[in-house]
C-alpha cells in the first residue's frame, strides 16, 4: 500500500527515490502530458460555464484523481515512490528542507526568477519547460516575492472547523470547507495563496511543471482527509444532484470516464497518510 | 497517462461543444487586432471594466478589448456566447501576443500567467504579467496543445 509521507520526514534515499522518478517520467514524455491536462481543464474550467477542476466542489476529487494517475505514473518507474506532502503551515520558510538542493531546489535568480540549484535547474539538463505559457524554457520560481507568507495552521484549523464541505450556488465564494481550502473566498488565500507564494510557472495555468505542484496538493489532499475525519456525519461530497454545470456526486468528471466525486471519497483504497 | 491524454481530455469535457468554443474563442483572437489607440492617454485605475486600453507598461504595450457580452461590438464572431454563464469576454494582448484572461463572476480577473490571483479589471492583469515575464513572451494558448 502506497504511504505518503510529510518532505520533511523523508530519508536522503527517499528523496533520491523521487526525485529520479519524477525525472524519468519527465524523460519520456509523460510528465508534460500532465501540465498540459491540467492547463487545459483550467481553461475549460474558466471559458466554458462548467467548473470541473477548479473553483467548483469537484476541485478536490479532481485533484485526487490527477495526483493518483500521476504517483502511478511514478510507481512504474519505481514501485517504492509515493508524492510526498508539504505542510506549508510548519516549513512555511524559503529555507525550509523541501527547497534544498536534494529535493526541489530553491528559489530563482533575480534577473529572471531562473531556479539555479537542485535536480530541477535548467542548467542541470533534465527540466526543460516544453508546456508553456510564458518563453522561458527553464523552472522559474521567486518565493515569497508577491505574498510574503503563506497560510498559517490557524487559517487551515479555521477551514477545518466547517462542518459543511461545500454550498450552493457551489462556486468562487461559495460557503463551506472547500472554497475556504480551495481559496476562493478570499483574496490571495490558502491553496491559491500558496500557489502566488512560489511565483513563477506555480502562478500560471501550467502550474504543474514546477515538482512542488503535486507536494502543495498532497497536503491539499490530506486536509480534505482530516476534514472528513473531523466531520464524520458531515455529507463527505456536496452536491448530491441535479446541479447544472457542477458536478454531482455520481456524475462522471472529465477527462476521466469513469470518476465520479464519489470514487475518490476514500482515500485509503489507493494510499495512507503517515 | 493511461487516460488523461490531451486529446481525449477535450473530447470528453463538456461534450465536443465546449472544446469547440475554446478553438473558436483563441482562433477568433488570433485573426484580429484590437482597435488601436481608441483610449491613449487614459488615466490608469479609473476605467470600467469593459473599456480598452492601450499603453506602454514597464517597457510593453498592452492592449485590452471586450471581445462580446454587453460591451462587445468589434469582432462580430459571436464567438462569446460559448462562454454561457461568465459574461465578459476580453481580449489582452502583450506585445501583440494574446494573453488569455478569464472574468470569475464577482471576484474579479485572472490570466494564464496569474491564474491564482484576482484582479479588478483585465488591465490589472496584463500589468501583473509584464511584471511576472520579466522581459519573457507570452505563449499564446493553443487548445491543441
Redesign the interface.
Known sequence: MTVRKNQANLTSAEKKAFVDAVLEVKRIGVYDEFVAAHRLRFALDMNTGVYVGHFGPSFLPWHRKFLIDFENELQNVDPSVSIPYWDWTFDNTVAASVWAPDLLGGTGRPLDDQVMDGPFAYSAGKWPINIQVDSRPFLARNLAYRVPTLPTRAEVDAALAMPTYDSAPFRDGSAGFRSTLEGSAGYMSMHNRVHTWVWGQMESSVSPNDPVFWLHHAFVDKLWADWHALHPTSAEYLPAGGTVDVIDLNETMPPWTNTTPQSMLDHTLFYTYA | ??????R???G???GAA??V??TG?ATAWADSAPAKGKHEGAAPGGRGKDESFDEVFQGRRIQGEPMGGAGGHAFGHGEHR?????GDVYRVLIDGREL?V?R????GW?S???????FATPLDAARTAVT????????P?D?N?
Open positions: 497517462m493511461s487516460q488523461l491524454t490531451r481525449q481530455a477535450v470528453a469535457v463538456t465546449a472544446a468554443a475554446l474563442v460559448a462562454h454561457r454563464g461568465h488569455q478569464m470569475h463572476g464577482k471576484s485572472s494564464a500567467i496569474n491564474h491564482y490571483e484576482r511576472s515575464l520579466k522581459g519573457a513572451s507570452v505563449v494558448f487548445p496543445v
